[in-house]
């Protein structure tokens, strides 16, 4: 008798484990998805504009339908054991869009003020935090990790945030340019571990007192020569963050 009660205690306490503390993904199709548009947009952005529109659209995509029911914010946290360690793998669809938009415009794009991109994304990284607030509950308070997994995906939604703000202001930005023309006075390449950026530095124009580097493409540089006049086409931004470029 003393076994069977025994038995029956050890089944409903198997039962109880809090599934709430088990953090999943759930769609995996969509992860091996992202990392492949975003290998794309950051090796070989062409066309440009569609390249940058997918993977905006990407985390955006994925909140909605990993919310479709609503779970925790520990669904997007992968969280497994490895040699006594926790690992923590956030899921791929808001983690990498975010990091190549964001070293992609910067490479891209010059931008007039820091201040603005602050302003504006702000309200961006609000607009995601309501989303992320629509289509998933809170961490559940019993899960020990819920610190850190709102932690690591509210930071890698701020990146996105402010990433994906900077990019819509000049990648949609349609309006006339002020050209500007600057003397070149100096050329440089910066070599990375994987990536390369070629710069050519300009004399003071318009606003801009000092002389100063602006990236451009590769075959720019080798085509521009020390002493030649280049023009530097100044936008407002669609979203008003000022940015520049050498045509």
């Not at 961006?124 to 309501?130: E, K």
């Not at 070149?184 to 801009?208: F, P, Q």
Request: proline share 3%; hydrophobic share 40%; with cysteine.
């Amino acid at each position: 008798m003393r076994k069977r009660k025994l038995k029956k205690a050890t089944k409903n306490t198997v039962k109880k484990i809090p599934f709430s503390n088990i953090t999943l993904h759930k769609l995996d199709w969509l992860e091996w998805l992202s990392i492949g548009l975003c290998v794309w947009f950051w090796f070989y952005p062409h066309p440009y504009k569609v390249a940058f529109t997918i993977v905006l659209l990407l985390p955006i995509l994925g909140l909605i339908l990993n919310g479709l029911s609503r779970p925790s914010l520990a669904s997007l946290v992968s969280i497994s054991t490895q040699s006594g360690e926790e690992k923590y793998d956030l899921a791929d669809f808001l983690e990498f869009p975010g990091l190549v938009i964001l070293i992609r415009v910067l490479i891209d794009y010059e931008f007039e003020s820091f201040f603005s991109i602050i302003k504006v994304g702000t309200v961006g990284f609000i607009i995601i935090l309501l989303l992320l607030g629509a289509t998933h509950k809170l961490v559940d308070k019993t899960n020990k990790n819920r610190w850190l997994i709102y932690l690591t995906v509210v930071g890698n939604i701020t990146i996105y945030s402010y990433a994906a703000t900077y990019g819509v202001n000049c990648v949609y930005d349609n309006s006339q340019p002020k050209v500007y023309q600057a003397k070149v006075i100096d050329k440089s390449i910066s070599r990375g571990r994987r990536h390369t950026t070629y710069y050519l530095k300009v004399e003071a124009w318009g606003s801009h007192h000092d002389a100063e580097n602006i990236s451009v493409a590769s075959s720019q540089y080798s085509d521009t020569e020390i002493g030649e006049t280049v023009s530097i086409d100044y936008k407002e931004g669609l979203l008003g963050i000022p940015w520049y470029f050498i045509e």
